[in-house]
């Protein structure tokens, strides 16, 4: 879930390696697209798929993603006539938010 849900991204795909011992936990995967640079706060919630969404996730977390673009990978166009757009709004969103960490974030299954 994308935090605040104005913004929107895109979940192009998720994958689940499943180890080779019973009873291992395996590793889950998404690659999410975001729709421009800036910080934003995904939250995750663990929960059974087939409970109601009235009961509360097992577990949730929150992680502060940081979006950078290079810039030489933007069209030369766009580099030169590209101009900062003030906020439509002044109250301060998740992703202005200074990160606590900066480090890669592998998320595991308990």
Same mark, same amino acid.
């Given at each position: 879930m994308l935090d605040p %849900?104005?913004? +929107? #991204?895109? =979940? =192009?795909? @998720? *994958?689940y390696t499943s180890p080779n011992l019973p009873g291992a936990p395996g590793t889950q995967t998404l690659r999410v697209v975001f729709p421009r640079e800036g910080r934003f706060n995904l939250k995750f919630a663990y929960r059974r798929l087939w409970e109601p969404a009235s009961? %509360? *996730? #097992?577990? +949730? +977390?929150? /992680?502060? /993603? @940081? /979006?950078? *673009?290079g810039q030489e990978n933007r069209p030369l166009m766009e580099r030169l006539f590209t101009k900062d757009i003030e906020p439509a709004s002044n109250v301060p969103q998740p992703e202005e938010e200074e990160p606590q960490s900066k480090r890669r974030v592998e998320m595991r299954r308990p």
């Open positions: %849900p104005l913004q +929107t #991204a895109r =979940l =192009l795909d @998720e *994958s009961i %509360p *996730s #097992a577990q +949730t +977390t929150n /992680v502060i /993603v @940081e /979006v950078i *673009s």
